[in-house]
């Protein structure tokens, strides 16, 4: 993703100074400063976090290691809260998964894994710089804009899922944390299901966070696919 990225920027360098465009060099530089904001982004969220972070010989610590790929440098941590999980960027191949006191309580150690397999997808592919465009489009205050970036988002949950299932092998343990979050969630979730299937499906266009019942319609095709493999 990081070497797209600048070859994209470098492209575009090369064709403002040979065309003498200003417009080109400025998009040129702010493309080239998508993994930096990634990287602030990042780290402005864990300073506004109370994370204890797991030291280097635990047991979830191990198995983050396990699942990351080679020469990536991933720290665990957790935060009080209900069930959740989210992964920053620390730099361009170092970041750090949090998980919540209520996402602990909650899963079993195979549900775990799931949980931080897709978390380290979001890390190793960049995600959170594919969501800094999808901002930048959702900002531009058009319809068009506002729902390919909720699309772009939707797609970085699939994928993520998608990696989870592949590296562990374990698509029912992810299927059952995802259910397991939503069924904590319910009792603060706003009541979508009163609405008819063809509005549900309009606002779903516009939605960050793909439906759960998608999700698991999507695991349980990957699962099939590796089994027939």
Known sequence: MIALVLAA???????????ESWVLLLLSLLIA?????EILLGLAILSL????????????VRMLRGLSPPRWRLK??????????????????????VLTAGMLDL????????????????????????RIVALVLSL??????????????RRLEYRADEFSVVVTGKPIQLAS???????????????????????????????????????LRRIERISYRLLST
Do not use: Y
């Open 177 to 215: 944390a995802l259910v397991k979050v939503a069924m904590a969630r319910a009792g603060n979730s706003f009541l979508v299901s009163k609405f008819s299937p063809s509005l549900r499906r309009i606002l779903g266009l516009f939605s960050w966070s793909p439906s759960l019942e998608s999700r």
């Open 107 to 130: 899963l079993s150690e195979g549900e775990l894994e799931a949980v931080l397999a897709h978390e380290i997808c979001h890390l190793v592919e960049h995600h959170s710089m594919v």
């Open 33 to 37: 400063s998508f993994p930096l904001a």
């Open 49 to 60: 976090q109370e994370v204890r972070w797991f030291p280097s010989d635990h047991e979830l």
């Open 76 to 97: 665990l941590g957790v935060k009080p809260g209900p069930p959740d999980a989210f992964a920053v960027q620390t730099g361009l191949r170092s970041g750090a998964v």
């Open 140 to 153: 531009m205050n058009i319809p068009i804009g506002t729902a390919a970036g909720a699309a772009l988002s």
């Open 9 to 19: 920027s470098g492209l575009l360098l090369l064709l403002s100074l040979w065309i």
